[in-house]
């Protein structure tokens, strides 16, 4: 076991719902879901976007692609065109996900 | 009935590249090319031209485009299913017939799809109790009523399979939503009915995993570096059976990658609940589906399940939330951050001399390059030079356009390095508030029209 960010082997897309955005994340081995699925709660992910995420957070899962899905509300600077940030879809929030560091 | 259907997706949004369609039609076997010119913004911009221009208020990309490859499209047999008619398809109708007259090309049929279009029609909605309250936080459209844009209904894939069967090569709609470019064409050569839910489930994955063009070919894949020649990134192609099952692949010799790994990125794109994908149609639930790789480029889903469609379809109202200006110059190391952020306070000190405050949530201080996309993720070091963005919105557009004249003058009278101002002053432009709301089906009727030259 060593600590490893989620980078080295998973993978991620973002993008936009309304003033919120999704992030999904998925891996390639059974074992390795079971360790996103331990580490990456809804709690875990909530505090490592409280810089970008203002409201709260969902979980989904989808076993069939070994991924989970996260709904981040608030997240936008309002969403679509009355966003002001300059990534105001969250094209770069599945990348800050992956920053996350685990044990592996 | 054909055993096999490829319908490409050449567009992914309003503002792809041109080469994605024309590299479709020309580089390989297509059988039908599918393109999406829309946005939520869109349809507003549209509105206003058509506002201006009666002939106005479509896709003019989609001419300019279609201008490249129409003799090839027409010579090969290939359909093109687009929702390029934005607010006017009868306009887009009229260019394509004219395009087509000047190509020389005979026997073309173009139809159209109308009825998504109700903002003339809203007044009357709301008279019959139809309250289109906003979806996200349940205010009734009268908040807003004086300041809406544009209102359309998302039509889906059962009206492009009628314009198919009317035989029409060319298919125009307004609002059609992405998937039903796909599973359109899939529900007119498999003859599949309004009850087939798990083959309708299967088209309207199809549709969603091709409706981003190349971002289900290695565009905006995590693993990049596995992603050969970016340069000539084949666009998707939906190779689809009768029985719902379909292969994700593009031609061969093109560029980018398909594989279990790109294609499940894609699926999880702007995902909710993947359980429960509502559309139009059907509702597809996204865990059913069976993901394998079967062969190079390759990979086949199959066993999607699906349900019932709701009693509603979705409807995207766009209105004038007030004005905003985001203006930004770079400011040179040493203490790019440090100094950023003093030019930052200047701003606003400034403004306020003269009497014009933000509130907190008008307003947005963001410093490229020290970690602005992930805040509070990633630390930021000490960057030789960083571009400071600085922005605000209200209602007053004055206050707006105020903002815009003290950027500039930050160059001469701020700390030193500041440049890279080559934009001008940042100028008020109008903030389009999007308003997603439900009306009954019974509400909306959708016509088809088919033209020929």
Redesign the interface.
């Known amino acids: 076991m060593a600590k490893v960010k989620l980078a080295s082997f998973a993978w991620a897309r973002s993008g936009d719902k309304g003033d919120g955005s999704n992030v999904g994340i998925f891996v390639k081995s059974k074992a390795d879901y079971e360790l996103i699925k331990k580490a990456l709660t809804v709690e875990a992910v909530k505090r490592h976007f409280h810089g970008i995420c203002k409201g709260e957070v969902t979980r989904y899962e989808a076993e069939n692609m070994l991924a989970l899905n996260f709904l981040l509300r608030d997240s936008l600077g309002g969403g679509g065109s009355e966003s002001l940030k300059t990534d105001a879809q969250g094209k770069t929030h599945g990348l800050a996900l992956l920053e996350i560091e685990v044990e592996r | 009935m054909r055993d096999k259907v490829l319908i490409g997706y050449g567009q992914g949004f309003w503002g792809d590249s041109i080469l994605g369609p024309v590299r479709l039609v020309r580089e390989g076997p297509l059988d039908y090319l599918a393109l999406d010119y829309l946005a939520?913004?869109t349809m507003s911009i549209m509105q206003k031209q058509k506002g201006r221009n009666p002939k106005a208020g479509y896709a003019t990309d989609f001419v300019t485009m279609l201008a490249r490859v129409l003799p090839e499209v027409h010579r090969k047999g290939i359909k093109v299913i687009a929702n390029a008619g934005g607010v006017n398809p009868g306009a887009c109708l009229d260019a394509v017939l004219d395009l087509a007259r000047k190509q020389g090309i005979k026997g073309l049929k173009v139809g159209i799809i109308e009825g998504d279009d109700i903002l003339t029609r809203i007044p009357d909605l709301l008279q019959g109790g139809h309250p289109l309250a906003n979806m996200?936080d349940g205010r009734a459209l009268s908040a807003v009523q004086s300041q809406i844009l544009s209102a359309n209904v998302y039509i889906g894939a059962f009206a492009v399979a009628e314009c198919l069967k009317q035989g029409a090569q060319i298919v125009i709609g307004g609002r059609l939503t992405d998937p039903a470019l796909v599973a359109g064409p899939m529900i007119h050569e498999f003859g599949w009915g309004p009850q087939d839910w798990n083959k309708l489930a299967s088209g309207t994955m199809a549709g969603h995993i091709a409706e981003c063009g190349a971002q289900c070919t290695g565009g905006?894949?995590?693993?990049w570096r596995a992603v050969k020649d970016f340069v000539r990134i084949g666009y998707p192609i939906i190779e689809a059976s009768p029985d719902g099952t379909f292969v994700v692949t593009k031609h061969e010799g093109t560029g980018g990658l398909i594989n279990r790994?790109t294609v499940?990125?894609?699926?999880?794109?702007?995902?909710?609940?993947?359980?429960r994908y509502l559309g139009p149609d059907c509702t597809a639930d996204?865990?059913?589906?069976?993901?394998e790789e079967v062969g190079k480029d390759r990979v086949r889903l199959s066993g999607i399940k699906g349900g019932p469609a709701t009693d509603t379809y979705k409807v995207s109202i766009s209105y004038l939330?007030g004005f905003?200006a985001?203006g930004q110059l770079t400011v040179s190391g040493p203490d790019a951050v440090e100094k950023a952020k003093l030019c930052a306070e200047i701003v606003w000190g400034r403004l306020a001399l003269d009497g014009c405050t933000f509130e907190a949530h008008e307003?947005?201080v963001?410093i490229?390059g020290s970690g602005?996309?992930?805040?509070?993720?990633?630390k930021a070091s000490n960057p030789p030079e960083v571009v400071l963005?600085m922005?605000?919105?209200c209602s007053d557009e004055d206050k707006v356009d105020r903002f815009g004249m003290e950027i500039v003058p930050l160059v001469t009278s701020g700390p030193p390095g500041v440049t890279g101002f080559a934009g001008g002053r940042p100028k008020a432009t109008?903030?389009?508030?999007?308003w997603?709301a439900l009306l009954r089906k019974d509400q909306v009727k959708t016509r088809v029209r088919v033209e020929e030259t």
Do not use: W
Request: glycine fraction near 8%.
């Open positions: 939520e913004v996200d905006n894949f995590t693993d790994e499940i990125s894609q699926l999880l794109y702007e995902m909710g609940d993947p359980n996204f865990t059913s589906a069976k993901i939330n905003k985001v307003k947005i963001e490229v602005v996309c992930h805040e509070g993720v990633v963005r922005g605000v919105k109008d903030i389009v508030g999007y997603p």
